[in-house]
């Protein structure tokens, strides 16, 4: 099901858990991308928004991201609902999903949540 990509699900749902977690709150692909950027491995890649796009459409379908308007190549969202910090059960680690979210599995160990 999932395609992979050079960016991590994990490391977009921490970006988005740490600075947009209320669902009043509009964010872009473009400031995602900024914080990915503040990450030496990111920075190195030169990253574009079409490099995580799969992850944000992914996202989506989930029902965690709530696409509000689009302008060219950037995107706005909001948040269905906040993400919960919870340990996986399986494999101790920590995760962020919407509890609305349908499919959710770890990130790291791939166990159903
Ligand atoms: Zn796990």
């Not at 964010?27 to 995580?52: G, P």
């Not at 799969?54 to 909001?78: C, H, K, W």
């Amino acid at each position: 099901m999932s395609t992979t990509t050079k960016v991590s699900r994990q490391d977009i749902r921490k970006i988005i858990f740490d600075n947009y977690n209320e669902t009043d709150v509009r964010f872009s692909n473009d400031e995602i991308m900024a914080h990915l950027n503040e990450q030496n491995s990111y920075r190195e890649m030169e990253l574009d928004v079409l490099d995580f796009e799969d992850v944000l459409l992914e996202m989506e379908g989930s029902g965690m991201l709530r696409p509000i308007a689009q302008n060219f190549n950037t995107r706005y969202y909001r948040l269905w609902g906040p993400l919960e910090q919870t340990n996986c059960k399986t494999c101790g680690r920590p995760t962020y999903f919407a509890s609305s979210e349908e499919g959710k599995k770890c990130p790291h160990c791939n166990a159903k949540l």
